[in-house]
């Protein structure tokens, strides 16, 4: 009787193990690699392209078509980050509207990334008219800063900034990184 107890009690403990590890290491609504996760990851990689993709205008939808409505476009737009993610990248929900995809591959060409995201802003208009948005004011700002001088915490920084200046571009727009962008 005590053996089944004791690995009855086991399987639990594994059990929750795993469900912890679910929750530190993915965002439990869109089930993409969460914020912490990429931060961890980014210490053990020495290059690499981050892209930092922000959904403009994203909290219109929340404030009047309501949390149910965005929620549906955020679990969409992750969904097709799955599904298409032909070029292995980490992909990981940021925050709120903001997601970071890791390229580490060394094989893939600057060019086979802007087709991917080209192709990614296509399917996220195909996603809005999908959620009756299509006539909103959403669309995607990308910023892209490589790494391989500097560390992908810094990246991130790079990413950011240029994503932010693709925002002030206009709506499906991307900015890649340079040196110049850097703000002190």
Do not use: W
């Given at each position: 009787?005590?053996?089944?107890?004791?690995?009855?009690?086991?399987?639990?403990?594994?059990?929750?193990?795993?469900?912890?590890?679910?929750?530190?290491?993915?965002?439990?609504?869109?089930?993409?690699?969460?914020?912490?996760?990429?931060?961890?990851?980014?210490?053990?990689?020495?290059?690499?392209?981050?892209?930092?993709?922000?959904?403009?205008?994203?909290?219109?939808?929340?404030?009047?078509?309501?949390?149910?409505v965005?929620d549906?476009?955020?679990?969409?737009?992750?969904?097709?980050?799955?599904?298409?993610?032909?070029?292995?990248?980490?992909?990981?929900?940021?925050?709120?509207?903001?997601?970071?995809?890791?390229?580490?591959?060394?094989?893939?060409?600057s060019?086979?990334?802007?087709?991917?995201?080209?192709?990614?802003?296509?399917?996220?208009?195909?996603?809005?008219?999908?959620?009756?948005?299509?006539?909103?004011?959403?669309?995607?700002?990308?910023?892209?800063?490589?790494?391989?001088?500097?560390?992908?915490?810094?990246?991130?920084?790079?990413?950011?900034?240029?994503?932010?200046?693709?925002?002030?571009?206009?709506?499906?727009?991307?900015?890649?990184?340079?040196?110049?962008?850097?703000?002190?």
């Amino acid at each position: 009787m005590s053996i089944v107890f004791f690995l009855l009690r086991y399987k639990k403990v594994l059990q929750e193990k795993d469900y912890l590890y679910e929750k530190l290491t993915h965002d439990s609504l869109t089930h993409l690699y969460s914020r912490s996760y990429l931060l961890e990851a980014l210490n053990h990689i020495e290059r690499g392209t981050l892209l930092f993709i922000d959904l403009n205008n994203f909290k219109v939808v929340n404030d009047q078509l309501g949390h149910v409505v965005g929620d549906q476009l955020l679990l969409d737009f992750s969904d097709y980050l799955l599904q298409y993610n032909s070029m292995n990248f980490l992909p990981c929900r940021y925050g709120g509207d903001e997601f970071v995809l890791l390229i580490s591959e060394d094989s893939i060409t600057s060019l086979q990334i802007h087709d991917f995201l080209d192709t990614l802003i296509d399917q996220f208009r195909t996603i809005l008219m999908n959620n009756d948005l299509s006539n909103s004011t959403i669309g995607l700002s990308i910023g892209m800063a490589t790494f391989h001088d500097y560390n992908g915490n810094d990246a991130i920084i790079h990413a950011d900034l240029a994503m932010y200046d693709a925002k002030k571009a206009g709506n499906n727009k991307i900015v890649v990184h340079d040196d110049g962008m850097v703000r002190k």
